[in-house]
């Protein structure tokens, strides 16, 4: 594992793009755009998991809503690896809503709105290795 390097974050395919068949196609534009898969599984939240997961939102009027939402069927986490991985990654997931997302952005083309947004990608290098480490095991990063 590439170790606080800055090269490491952390992405998910959310509920509405595993229901929605977006799950390969999704990947695909992760590979083709350069990043390693570090780990990657198939998980479903529990509603608890999902409250500890984006705890730091607890306050958020909408904080109900998303996690219902990210609890609600299977996800897929991924570790990726790239270099610049946290702003590469942001970059090509697009705007949190994806009205806003540039041409070309997973949001983009694979988003409903800002609640069902197809991905999550972590917004520093600390909060990559939380949110890695929150849902991968040693074992399962490679
Ligand atoms: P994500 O990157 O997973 O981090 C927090 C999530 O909260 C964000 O993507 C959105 O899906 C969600 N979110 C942000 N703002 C709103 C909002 N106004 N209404 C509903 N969900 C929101």
């Not at 299977?74 to 790239?82: I, R, W």
């Not at 991985?85 to 083309?109: H, Q, V």
Request: proline fraction near 2%; charge should be negative.
């Amino acid at each position: 594992m590439a170790e606080q390097t800055g090269n490491l974050t952390f992405g998910i395919i959310k509920p509405d793009a595993v229901r929605g068949g977006k799950t390969g196609a999704i990947i695909q534009r992760i590979t083709e755009s350069g990043f390693k898969l570090r780990g990657m599984k198939l998980i479903h939240m529990t509603h608890e998991e999902a409250k500890g997961f984006y705890d730091v939102h607890r306050e958020r009027p909408f904080f109900g809503e998303l996690t219902t939402f990210m609890s609600s069927a299977s996800c897929v986490v991924l570790a990726l690896e790239k270099e610049g991985a946290i702003k590469a990654w942001r970059d090509l997931m697009g705007a949190t809503d994806p009205a806003k997302a540039d041409a070309g952005t997973i949001r983009k083309e694979f988003a409903n709105s800002i609640g069902e947004n197809a991905v999550h990608g972590s917004d520093s290098e600390d909060n990559a290795g939380i949110e890695i480490a929150y849902f991968f095991s040693r074992l399962e990063l490679v």
